[in-house]
């Protein structure tokens, strides 16, 4: 039982570090090559890279200014905590199921992800404008203080980009466009999983 959940222990570590690393790496990278708002087709027009900036909130929600954002990133790390606790405990019963274990474990890095924005962006980067790339490690310094930097998002799925007929219904000759979302991959961790767990793992948490 001791080897199982060390297995199982490593596993999770090994997964979290990777969607880590892969969701920093990407932030970074976007930060420090595109100018706020640019974009580029990367598989068509239904999937693009578009950088955009928020608050904390996921797909781009803003929640209460600076007061609602300080709050935001304190419960944000409140709820990794607990989700860690939550991990560790579950390890130690050799019933939990693997699927509830991975799912947990990418809603804590898709939290973490996006804490890490908040925490430490504003310190280490210069700030992006539509005519100017972003700086890492700028000598004047970062453009915000301690958790309140903002959340960099570059995932960008317009699956349907179309103007509506002139005779349609209330919003004709209307640009429509489906699924608007602009996210990272630590927000994508986030509600896959979340998802992943309501329709698969229900009984399991039912029981709890």
């Not at 050799?94 to 274990?101: F, N």
């Not at 489906?178 to 994508?188: E, L, P, Q, T």
Request: proline share 4%; charged share 15%.
């Amino acid at each position: 039982m001791g080897k199982d959940k060390k297995s199982r222990g490593r596993i999770l570590a090994l997964i979290i570090s990777l969607v880590l690393i892969l969701d920093q790496v990407s932030k970074i990278w976007i930060k420090t090559h595109f100018t706020l708002g640019q974009s580029v087709n990367v598989l068509g027009s239904w999937f693009q890279l578009c950088f955009v900036e928020n608050e904390g909130m996921a797909f781009g929600m803003v929640f209460g200014g600076n007061a609602g954002k300080l709050i935001l990133s304190v419960f944000r790390i409140c709820l990794s905590i607990f989700i860690m606790w939550y991990i560790c405990r579950l390890l130690k019963k050799p019933d939990t199921p693997m699927g509830v274990l991975v799912g947990l474990s990418l809603v804590f890095v898709g939290a973490v992800g996006n804490i890490f924005d908040s925490a430490f962006y504003g310190l280490i980067f210069s700030e992006s404008g539509i005519t100017q790339v972003a700086t890492l490690f700028p000598p004047e310094g970062g453009y915000a203080p301690f958790l309140r930097g903002k959340v960099v998002d570059m995932l960008y799925f317009p699956l349907i980009d179309t103007v509506l007929p002139e005779n349609f219904p209330f919003f004709g000759g209307r640009r429509f466009v489906f699924f608007r979302f602009i996210f990272n991959v630590a927000d994508s961790c986030i509600t896959c999983a979340t998802f992943y767990m309501l329709f698969f793992q229900f009984k399991f948490f039912s029981k709890k």
